[in-house]
């Protein structure tokens, strides 16, 4: 129960984090491109890559502070995060047919699902 707790905390500072990065994006780089999106991808790809890789023999991170602020803070933040991580790790484990599957799948299944979503919402609609 107490690693739920973390999780949800640290999602809730995340989302926090995430608006405030987006809003102010859309502000001084103006709304025609989503900057913001970028922005927060990119800096939560940083982040959790940071977070992460300091994992070793003498990680300085405890198993609650990583949940806390891997899954939490940076999952709240932006879940595209985890899937940069996920595809760099199996890069790095030399399993690059995989990690080219999963951008490509990734990339196409959600591409796919938006679209079908988009359809029932517009049949459910009328």
């Given at each position: 129960m107490v690693r739920l707790l973390l999780v949800?905390?640290?999602?809730?500072?995340?989302s926090g984090a995430r608006y405030l990065v987006s809003t102010w994006a859309a502000r001084a780089l103006g709304p025609a491109f989503p900057f913001g999106t970028l922005l927060v991808n990119a800096s939560g790809s940083f982040l959790l890559a940071v977070i992460m890789g300091v994992a070793g023999p003498r990680d300085p991170l405890t198993p609650e502070v990583r949940l806390l602020l891997g899954a939490g803070v940076m999952g709240g933040y932006t879940t595209y995060s985890s899937f940069?991580?996920?595809t760099l790790a199996l890069a790095q484990r030399g399993s690059l047919s995989l990690a080219l599957a999963n951008v490509s799948l990734t990339v196409v299944v959600c591409l796919v699902a938006g679209v079908l979503g988009l359809f029932l919402a517009r049949l459910l609609a009328g």
């Amino acid at each position: 129960m107490v690693r739920l707790l973390l999780v949800c905390a640290g999602g809730a500072f995340g989302s926090g984090a995430r608006y405030l990065v987006s809003t102010w994006a859309a502000r001084a780089l103006g709304p025609a491109f989503p900057f913001g999106t970028l922005l927060v991808n990119a800096s939560g790809s940083f982040l959790l890559a940071v977070i992460m890789g300091v994992a070793g023999p003498r990680d300085p991170l405890t198993p609650e502070v990583r949940l806390l602020l891997g899954a939490g803070v940076m999952g709240g933040y932006t879940t595209y995060s985890s899937f940069n991580w996920e595809t760099l790790a199996l890069a790095q484990r030399g399993s690059l047919s995989l990690a080219l599957a999963n951008v490509s799948l990734t990339v196409v299944v959600c591409l796919v699902a938006g679209v079908l979503g988009l359809f029932l919402a517009r049949l459910l609609a009328g």
